[in-house]
């Protein structure tokens, strides 16, 4: 995990000093809303045309690791961009975290913005809450695509995550110092690492989750990807019933920075297609 995540760090580092707009610290996009409890969470909105809903990954993930692909969608959609609790600009709240509630706080987004129906893009954490929020609230998702989130079932984990505020930014300083210099409560970023901790140790997102989801599904996932193996993600892939499968070979996790060209055309090819 290590490895995968210094990699990760090069790479985005890397990438966001070239990038023209700051996704996800965008003063000019970036808004508020409140989904009860005194809890604010920041969203931005790029493009326009028909909306998707986009969910990034946890801990090490955020707004600006979609800053390839929001431009490619807002040559043609409206995409909304959801920073989940806990995550830099959005307040961590006052309820232990859990993908369920993942799916209200994107749902209760879509009704404060009015919007119909969404196509939702979730990247790992953000894959399981879009399945989570097609499963729960059908009547406004469009379309899912999934990406490093297959099947995942209560099993006794071999090395139970263990994240903590002085760790990483012990090790990955350079990293998080921004994140944490803009956070609205800075001083409980090691409080939400613990719950999501907790969601990671004990999330259930499985069969019973997947066979209530009747919208066209895309799963995504890196042929050596040590999060969401293969084999998990062909299982989301049966239990489904109306769902493709695109494996991205020679790509970890992180497959948008490994090959986008390869995950745009699955993606565009997708998005498309009035069939599954």
């Avoid at 139970?160 to 760790?167: K, V």
Wanted: net charge negative; proline share 5%.
């Amino acid at each position: 995990m290590r490895t995968l995540l210094l990699v990760f760090q090069t790479l985005l580092s890397s990438l966001l000093s070239a990038q023209t707009i700051p996704y996800g610290y965008n003063d000019e996009a970036g808004k508020y809303f409140d989904v009860g409890n005194n809890t604010d969470l920041y969203y931005e909105i790029y493009g326009e045309g028909p909306p998707i809903l986009i969910l990034h990954g946890g801990v090490f993930g955020y707004i600006d690791e979609f800053e390839f692909l929001i431009p490619k969608l807002a040559d043609k959609y409206q995409v909304v961009c959801l920073a989940t609790r806990g995550h830099v600009k959005s307040d961590v709240g006052n309820e232990p975290y859990t993908y369920e509630q993942r799916a209200s706080d994107a749902f209760k987004l879509i009704q404060f913005l009015e919007l119909d129906k969404v196509t939702v893009i979730g990247f790992s954490d953000g894959g399981f809450a879009a399945y989570k929020l097609a499963a729960i609230y059908p009547h406004v998702v469009e379309k899912v695509i999934a990406m490093g989130a297959g099947d995942d079932p209560v099993k006794v984990r071999s090395t139970p995550t263990s994240y903590s505020a002085d760790n990483l930014m012990s090790e990955y300083g350079d990293y998080f110092r921004k994140r944490v210099a803009n956070m609205p409560e800075p001083d409980r970023w090691d409080e939400s690492l613990q719950m999501l901790n907790d969601l990671y140790n004990n999330s259930l997102v499985s069969k019973e989750t997947f066979e209530k989801i009747k919208c066209p599904v895309l799963v995504m996932s890196g042929d050596n990807d040590e999060y969401s193996r293969v084999e998990d993600c062909l299982a989301a892939h049966t239990y489904l019933s109306d769902s493709r499968l695109s494996i991205i070979p020679g790509c970890g996790h992180v497959i948008l920075y490994c090959d986008f060209p390869a995950v745009w055309a699955s993606m565009q090819a997708f998005l498309g297609s009035d069939e599954p």
